[in-house]
């Protein structure tokens, strides 16, 4: 799942798409609000905006599984 190379083929602003990431970032991310999140906008079944924040899976993580512990299994 790509995003289109121009958003605005799809109507949407390629300038207002960009303050997506650093909106959450600085919110929720940087202030420990959330470990992490995942952004996607899209219209007419094509994607427009996709962007993953927060910390990587720590190394051998399991798929999903952010922690690496018992808790993701909860």
Known sequence: MHPVDDPSALGLSRDRLARIEPFF???????????????????????????ALGPSPPQGAARGDRTGGERARE
Do not use: N
Request: glycine content about 12%; cysteine-free; aromatic content about 4%.
């Open 25 to 51: 970032r600085s919110r929720y991310i940087d202030t420990g609000k959330l470990a992490g999140m995942v952004s996607l906008v899209a219209r007419r079944g094509e994607v427009a905006h996709l962007a």
